[in-house]
């Protein structure tokens, strides 16, 4: 195989494969019908691994597979001790917002599935604290879309909760969840996990509209000015591309609507442009440049719709192991 980096779905069908057919087979029944299918699918087109990646996938699984034991035995804290003595604060810190993630995944997974509409209409009216909590635990996406349609003086209030949210009790969360299942007919079992949070709202923030964000920022100014700018530093904007490496750059270019770079770039500063620009294949970059020449009287609107989009793109696309965001020095790249 080519690749010199794997996506998320090559690495779990590697693992697979590292595992044999009779362990494998062991696994696969705790798996859904349509992850058997998309694992199978992908273990398929897995011809040769070189030994090096296949090693460092291994070596990555074990260790998210040690963080969440050490949570799951001893707590939060407990697991922080043991794997900052283990492997350093800096890659502690990364296993472990890697696996609070997936275990915040696992509660109210019912609630993810919602229209954010209905979502809206069932907490709307919930005390901020309430929201907050339901909000943590529901997509960015769909958190960004409540916050949105709230009164404006509870978005900030909601807003301000979730990135002070630290570690919520089973009890609390318990009750929650029994609350919504009188409407949503679901529950799910709980673990003491990281709910919320300053990473948690940055996301829910890039995943809101320009006028909003603003909006929130201003108020939130007001009442914390150290805590939004500590949302702001964790936030990936469209003018963030210039952190990004060469490799993450070309790969989302190859994904985003040629309509939505004009756009972007003819309201980008010579910076974001010329770095799009080194990233394009000639082709590719003589045809945005011609188009860009006949693109008059843009709306601004239509500008931070299409930056929008491509943050979007980008992502969704680290999200899925394809390429490595880099902001304001949060993370260390080993190559």
Known sequence: ????????????????????????????????EDEIEQLTYEISRLQHLNPQIME????????????????TEGGFEYARNVLEKAFGAQTATSLLERVTKTL????????????????????????PQTIALILSYARADQASAVIAELPKEKRIDVVERIAKM???????IKYVE??????????????????????????????????NEKYIFDELNKKDAKLADEIRMRMFVFEDIVTM???????????????????????????????LFSNMSTKMGETIKSELE??????????????????????????????????????????
């Open 1 to 32: 195989m080519a690749e010199t980096k794997l996506s998320g779905r090559q690495k779990a069908a590697a693992i697979i494969i590292s595992l044999g057919a009779d362990d494998a087979s062991k696994i696969y029944k705790f798996f859904k």
């Open 56 to 71: 460092n996938t291994l070596k990555d699984f074990y260790d998210l597979c040690l963080t969440q034991k050490v949570i």
């Open 104 to 127: 915040r995944s696992k509660s109210f997974d019912f609630l993810r599935k919602a229209d954010y509409k209905n979502l809206l209409t069932i907490i709307q009216n919930e005390h």
């Open 166 to 172: 630290d570690r919520t009790s089973p009890e609390v």
């Open 178 to 211: 029994e609350e919504l299942e009188k409407k949503f007919n679901s529950i799910v079992s709980v673990d003491f996990t990281e709910i919320g949070g300053v990473n948690y709202v940055a996301d829910v923030m890039n995943n809101m509209d320009r006028g």
């Open 245 to 275: 490496d060469s490799m993450s750059i070309q790969r989302f270019l190859r994904e985003v609507d040629s309509k939505d770079l004009v756009y972007a770039i003819k309201g980008s500063n010579k910076e974001v442009a010329d770095v």
């Open 294 to 335: 006949y693109t008059h009287n843009v709306r601004l609107r239509d500008v931070e719709e299409a930056q929008q989009r491509i943050v979007s793109v980008i992502r969704r696309l680290e999200e899925e192991g394809e390429l490595v965001i880099a902001k304001s020095g949060k993370d260390d790249i080993i190559v």
